[in-house]
């Protein structure tokens, strides 16, 4: 169980023992490391992302300043939920958070590309340009717990200003908006019908889509009372969804038998392809174009300039944002890796979505990430 590191009553060298998770309960992609790690049953404590943890513990190690961050005790600092979750299946003991057998990997891998590059539009729109002062304070809150409630507000203003300011980046804008809303509602419906049939994504326990979801809804829309209110009025089954992932500890429940690929999921992996498939190919042919000049080894900008796309069937502007390619190539590589049946019925699951397309060519340009950053490979 996390518990909270008391900050500022000790030298911080002294409470890092053991694992220590940085971020905070409202960050999308905490909460998708957070409750991984929990159900997994890793034990870590907590440390909450203060401004001065920034400074001193992230900054320093990262080189930028991001959250969640896992400290080990060996001193490595893991960022990325990815790589957190990756590295938690590979070096502590329990039920693996990947599902690892084909298809469920290939499902599991495409909702989390979803959830993070997808739904995170949704997150930013509905906490930004929705419902803005729960966050707001929030930020205050967490940056300073000390103060008043009226400072924290102040305080939560001034954090909130760049990170507000990001928000168009990704197409987040007046002529987007109630595509961005009819999107999310269209996903929410899709995921209420498969929650009808099962408790999970791919079953009777969560596994890494389960998290990826979670930490689209949880810190975004769970926590905001506003948006949690309006979640529970549209899509009730998906609230007690996220309460289940919260509280879930592994060793009750397993994953469908043989492999077993849910019906239920394709609408949600329909709708993503409709929509997120253009645009990673876009952001594809414009690395493409970027990496002609670049040795292996340059690092890749967070974003190649603006491109149009649509969303719920409205068309705005983007960053053409080059992370997504990084999930992308996850996606890839595990469907390269099938072989036989395997890859035939992997291809049948791409081919029912609308996926095969962005999912069976290599990527042009390989990418790795060095330093906490994407370089070319
Ligand atoms: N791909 C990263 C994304 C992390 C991320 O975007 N974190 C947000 C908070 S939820 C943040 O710290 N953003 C600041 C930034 O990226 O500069 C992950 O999965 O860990």
Do not use: C
């Amino acid at each position: 169980m996390a518990a909270q590191v008391g900050l500022g009553r000790k030298p911080l060298s002294e409470t890092l023992m053991g694992y220590v998770l940085i971020g905070t309960e409202a960050s999308q992609f905490s909460g998708k490391a957070r409750a991984a790690l929990r159900w997994k049953g890793v034990s870590f404590d907590e440390i909450v992302a203060t401004p001065q943890v920034y400074r001193d513990l992230i900054e320093p190690r990262v080189g930028y300043g991001v959250i969640p961050v896992l400290l080990t005790e060996a001193g490595q600092a893991i960022q990325d939920s990815a790589d957190i979750i990756d590295f938690a299946d590979r070096d502590e003991a329990g039920p693996s958070i990947h599902p690892g057998t084909p298809l469920h990997e290939l499902l599991s891998l495409l909702l989390e590309l979803y959830a993070d590059e997808w739904l995170v539009i949704a997150a930013m729109h509905y906490r930004w340009s929705h419902d803005d002062a729960w966050i707001v304070e929030e930020f205050g809150r967490t940056a300073r717990p000390d103060v008043s409630r009226e400072e924290q507000i102040e305080v939560g203003q001034v954090i909130a200003k760049p990170i507000r300011d990001a928000v168009p980046r990704f197409g987040v804008s007046d002529d987007t908006v109630s595509g961005i809303e009819a999107h999310f509602e269209g996903f929410l419906a899709d995921f209420s019908a498969h929650l009808r049939k099962l408790p999970f994504v791919l079953g009777h326990r969560p596994s890494l889509g389960d998290f990826a979801l979670f930490g689209a809804l949880y810190g975004p829309f769970y926590l905001n009372p506003v948006l949690n209110e309006q979640m529970r009025r549209l899509a009730p089954l998906v609230v007690a969804w996220v309460e289940r992932v919260r509280d879930a500890r592994a060793g009750a429940g397993a994953l469908l038998p043989n492999d077993e690929a849910p019906a239920s999921l394709y609408p949600i992996l329909t709708r993503q392809m409709s929509e997120q498939a253009p645009v990673l190919a876009d952001a594809i042919r414009a690395m493409q174009e970027w990496a002609k000049a670049q040795p292996s080894g340059a690092r890749v900008k967070r974003s190649l300039g603006a491109h149009e796309f649509v969303i719920g069937g409205r068309r705005g502007e983007r960053s053409i944002l080059t992370f997504a390619l990084w999930r992308l190539q996850r996606v890839r590589d595990h469907y390269q890796s099938l072989t036989g049946g395997d890859r035939e019925r992997a291809a049948r699951l791409l081919d029912a979505v609308g996926g095969m397309a962005l999912v069976s060519a290599p990527l042009p340009v390989r990418l790795d990430r060095r330093d906490y950053r994407l370089v070319v490979a």
